[in-house]
């Protein structure tokens, strides 16, 4: 039986610890719960993230920098999906995260919700933003 689950997000070109400070410094009450780095004579580039656990909205987290190159990234097939309790936090935050990304909603009333953006953030990860 499984114990806990997260999302993994996998970074190739180091970015793991740039992106994460950045969610974890978008969000009221995220923190960073676990920093691990590749040490000389591992595998990955030392001072890298080996292994970090975040949590965003009681939402766990992990990243790395794959030291290994892989022919694939991450797709909006798979999205982070945050409610927010007001408009100016929705904005706020869609702004910031597509700021260097790719809008692929922009922000307004689609029917099923009457505030919703979603984006590919300057990292590739993509998020959907819901009014809550």
């Known amino acids: 039986m499984a114990r806990r689950a ?16 950045f969610y974890v410094s978008l969000f009221e009450g995220a923190r960073i719960n676990r920093l691990e780095r590749w040490v000389a004579g591992e595998p990955g580039a030392e ?16 990243c790395s920098d794959s030291p290994v190159r892989h022919a694939f990234g991450f ?5 982070l999906f945050i409610d927010c309790d007001g ?3 929705l904005d706020r935050v869609f702004a910031q995260l597509a700021d260097g990304g790719q809008v692929l909603m922009s922000v307004d ?6 505030r919703f953006g ?11 933003l819901n009014l809550n």
């Open 75 to 79: 797709t909006p097939a798979l999205s």
């Open 118 to 128: 979603w984006c590919n953030d300057r990292y590739g990860v993509s998020w959907q």
């Open 6 to 21: 997260a999302t993994f997000l996998m970074f190739q070109n180091g970015d793991s610890e740039t992106a994460m400070r």
């Open 87 to 89: 408009a100016d936090e």
């Open 47 to 62: 001072g890298t993230i080996k292994l970090a656990e975040f949590e965003l909205a009681g939402h766990r987290l992990l």
């Open 109 to 114: 009333n689609y029917g099923f919700s009457q």
